[in-house]
């Protein structure tokens, strides 16, 4: 059973760069069809999909946010990281690593999601962004 895990609760400052880390057991993040997803969630909203990285390493971005993230990885240690730049207190969410067999697909500029589109996640980080 493949688990998937971010950091604890971070505080960032506004115009500063967010960048959790989700570190994978049971299940390599190389593994053929898998992809690699981070979501967020502000308090009382929709989870909103932010991009991924498929098993050859490949990304995806929300259109909506593709000029501020970049997602990498370190296979070594089975994790992958989001990077989001230039945050506002806007930015400040719950963040989720999840996976998926590439069955989702984001259409629109901004894209939300349901859980159930994803397979398996993890527990959640709190981020705040603020001075």
């Known amino acids: 059973q493949v688990q998937l895990q971010e950091p604890g609760p971070g505080l960032v400052k506004p115009s500063q760069t967010l960048s959790p880390t989700c570190t994978v057991s049971?299940?390599?993040?190389?593994?053929?069809?898998?992809?690699w997803n981070w979501i967020r969630q502000p308090s009382g909203k929709e989870l909103e999909w932010i991009g991924n990285?498929?098993?050859?390493?490949?990304?995806y971005y929300s259109s909506s946010l593709k000029s501020r993230t970049s997602n990498s990885r370190d296979t070594s240690q089975n994790q992958f990281t989001l990077q989001l730049s230039a945050v506002t207190p806007k930015n400040t969410a719950v963040y989720y690593c999840?996976?998926?067999?590439?069955?989702?697909?984001?259409?629109?500029?901004?894209?939300?999601?349901?859980?159930?589109?994803?397979?398996?996640w993890g527990q959640g980080t709190q981020v705040t962004v603020s001075s």
């Open positions: 049971g299940g390599s993040i190389t593994t053929n069809s898998y992809y």
């Open positions: 990285m498929d098993y050859r390493g490949t990304t």
């Open positions: 999840a996976r998926d067999v590439g069955s989702y697909v984001c259409r629109g500029y901004v894209c939300y999601v349901k859980r159930n589109d994803f397979d398996s």
